[in-house]
């Protein structure tokens, strides 16, 4: 099964345990990706922090039309860079 990249201009396609940072709703925490889909749309983000109304763990999904991931329940901007 050959690697899905969602945006063919983006550098990276995260995978489970894959550590990151996090940047939502003006903070910024170091993370790791605790579930990831085999195409790296749909990720399980775990971190010891709030964030928003996020307690140690945040559901995002890839937005094509976005073009970046954002938090499935209130549909914000989630900027995600890789710490590997």
């Known amino acids: 099964m050959s690697e899905y990249n969602p945006e063919p201009d983006a550098p ?3 995978k489970t345990g894959d550590a990151l940072r996090i940047e939502y709703g003006g ?3 170091e993370g790791r990706v605790k579930l990831a889909s085999p195409n790296g749309v749909s990720l399980m983000l775990e971190y010891e922090a709030l964030l ?3 307690a140690g763990q945040m559901p995002v999904l890839y937005s094509h039309t976005k073009k970046g991931f954002f938090d499935i329940l209130v549909r914000e901007p989630v900027t995600l860079t890789p710490l590997d």
């Open 52 to 54: 928003g109304g996020y």
């Open 27 to 29: 903070r910024i925490v």
């Open 12 to 14: 990276h396609v995260f």
